[in-house]
């Protein structure tokens, strides 16, 4: 099904790394004015697709088939992190200016400077970024997440891009800002600009996707227009990614003893007050999510109670007793009661030891255990979430994003914690690894007696698996009840 | 907020670096009372009689509890009076000015050929990461690095100066007018340069080899900015900072007491100027010198900090 119109087409792609092959046998047609989804696991090979449009392969590929554009169409590229791709050292308006200047060689030497400014400008504000010239002239770190991933799509825009590349664009968004995107995205494709949309957020691709192109193991196993694969998903795998996408809420579980509490807690950052929180507990065996928007407190919440965050004058009782503010007064049993698990698991890990050391390392420095023992209760724990020995054996550069939040799960696991803080931890995972990652947390709260969960997300979907939720928004505990209550009929978190 | 940001920034610095500069003159005075005997007993010299000695005391005010002497001292310096040299009388200041012009125009030299090769060899190695050109800067650099000044200045003085004689091997007898005998500065110039060469250009090119390589970089590339302007202008931004901070280094190295390089080359510089009156016992002049390269360091660091600042916007924000 060639058309005539395709600004960018890939037939019959292969891209080998050792001989391995991360796509195999992909063919693309990118038409002007739609939006092609590739939707598929972390590890799919939608990046390595995405990025065969502009020409870059990882380093040592061998790649074979065809990659074609139309005469003079450039390709624009919008990361999933667009902070990575904005100089530190320069002010944003530096890397437009440079591509606006050839843009104006052919103009008279006086005019050429305006008529580039002109250009930045006229992209800036394609990119819905008002107020432009005070942005020109900041730094990057000075720029909301929004507006960084704005003004790379606006560097892409004033190149003249026929088709944009976006990987990602949602990940780790709260409702308002992907919403906002989605709008963004539709308004560049309204221009007439094919927009290649690489994510695995099927609420993204169900409200912008023409097209849809379903990816395992570097193959496109299934593909269609959008309506005719929700409706009727043909291939196994697109409908496993469906369901998991609509799983159903949990039961609520009955509610044990108090473990944990939080009395009239107020926490500042730099004397200003980030978090109020009168009272709050977390009972022995419960699943307690902590929802609200990025910036409404909800991860400074978390870290008091793990004592990371010292700034607050309240108290957090464990089992009744009072827990120093800092970590470095916590004692060991203290600290191994309370254990944390980050957004990033790639960055909780040194990159150069094997995983299953740095696991059974908290065993041998909070509970006193044997090395062998350690590692021993590390292997087996590794297993159980998922992690076969030779994984574990491994170094954290040599697992997926969604492995390594399975060893950092369990590395807090061997703690033998009372309560377990899990910051974030589904959100920079594809919708079938983020299922797993939930079940496993599900299943831990069910059979570890006594394991308490404090989730902490933005996600309807993850807080959906607590018995209870706790709404924050702007530094106030604004509702707290069962899961199905403030999810269902409380106000706090329509965004 | 960037410009008042900086405006901020450069303030509590600058208030800092004023606190720093009082503690200096403080730990001067503090370190030479500290030191046993005083200027009396330096300067009775061969007659130690204590009558002599109280009498120069009484005489040079060293009697006067230390506060007063503190604060007689300190209230001199913003004027620039370091008070008088106790050898021949002159005032201490007299003694820095004399010096300063040598020691001043060396580090000009110095930094004005230091800046465009430290640079130059750092980019160049960085842009051929891995290869020949790259093995070449570096293994030389690390080797030069590694040879103290005294051995490589009188290395250089054996082969070119005495054995070729094609320069003069010290600047004996040209007075501090250094500017009108140009063959005498190249072998100190050559000695200075050859260690901050090395530390300067082997930072320029790690920090240049992780700015090529950076997904900003790439999206530059990626976007057709060509080879060159993504090099100057987008990567060494980034490899700045911390030559930056290493070149402020090197530069208050040079004001203060190149000692060895001065001494072997017979330069009347600062380090000369220090040199003597350490031998001398010479207090007040130590003391004046000691004030005069504390407030350089401050007000170099401070100057680097800004520079940093600028270029590491990002840091300012933690900080």
Known sequence: MSHADTVAEIRD????????????????????????????ASGSGKTTTGLALLGEYPPGARVTGDVRLTEGGLVGYVPQHPAAVLNPARRVGALLHDIARPQARHLPRTERRTAARARVLQAM????????????????????GGQQQRVVLAQALLLGARV?????????????TKSRIV????????????VVLLSHDLDVVQALADEVLVMRAGRVVESGPVERLWLSPRHEWTRRL????????????????????VRNMTAVHDRTTVLRAP???????????????????????????????????????????????SLRHRSRAQLAAVQYVFQDARAAFDEHRPVVAQVARTAVRLRGAAEQAATDEALTTLARLGLTDDMAHRRPAELSGGELQRAALARALLAHPRVLICDE???????????GILDLLAGLVRDRGGLSLVLITHDQETARLAHRVVVVDAGELVEQGSARWVLEAGTGLRT | MTVGGLRSFVARRLLLGAAQTVAVVLLVFALTEALPGDAAVALAGDQPDPARIAAIREAMHLDRPWYERLGDWAAGLPQGDFGTSLTSGRPVGQYIADGFGPTLLLAALTLALLVPAGFGLGVLAARHEGRLVDRLVSSVTLAVYAVPEFALGVLLVTVLALKLAWLPPTAVGYGTDLLAHPAALVLPVLVLLSRPVCSLSRLVRAGMVDALASPYA???????????????THALPNALAPAAQQLARTVDWLLCGVIVVEALFVIPGLGTVLLNAVAERDVPVVQGLAVVFGVLTVVLNLGADVVAHRLTPRAAVAA
């Open chain 2, 218 to 232: 790439a999206h530059a590339r990626r976007y057709g900015v060509p080879g060159a302007r993504v090099r100057y």
């Open chain 1, 125 to 144: 504000l394609d990119a819905q970024l008002p107020d432009a010239e005070a942005l020109l002239r900041r730094h990057p770190h000075q720029l909301s």
């Open chain 1, 183 to 194: 709008d963004q995205l539709a308004a560049v494709a309204a221009r007439g600009i094919a």
């Open chain 1, 425 to 435: 931890i589904t959100s920079g995972l594809d919708t079938v690894t983020r299922r």
């Open chain 1, 242 to 261: 469906l369901e998991a996408h609509d799983a159903a809420p949990r039961e609520e579980a009955s509610a044990g003893q108090p473990v944990l509490e």
């Open chain 1, 13 to 40: 792609l292969r891209v080998e790394i050792d001989g391995r092959a991360i796509v195999d046998g992909v063919d693309l047609q990118v038409l002007p004015g739609k939006v092609t989804a590739l939707v598929g």
């Open chain 1, 164 to 176: 944009i590349v976006a990987d990602e664009p949602t990940t780790g968004q709260d409702a308002l």
């Open chain 1, 279 to 325: 009272h709050l507990t977390l009972n022995s065996g419960e699943c307690l999510a902590v929802v609200g928007r990025s910036g409404s407190g909800k991860t400074t919440l978390a870290r008091c109670l793990a004592g990371l965050h010292r700034d607050h004058d309240g108290e957090v009782l464990l089992d009744g007793t009072a827990l120093p503010h």
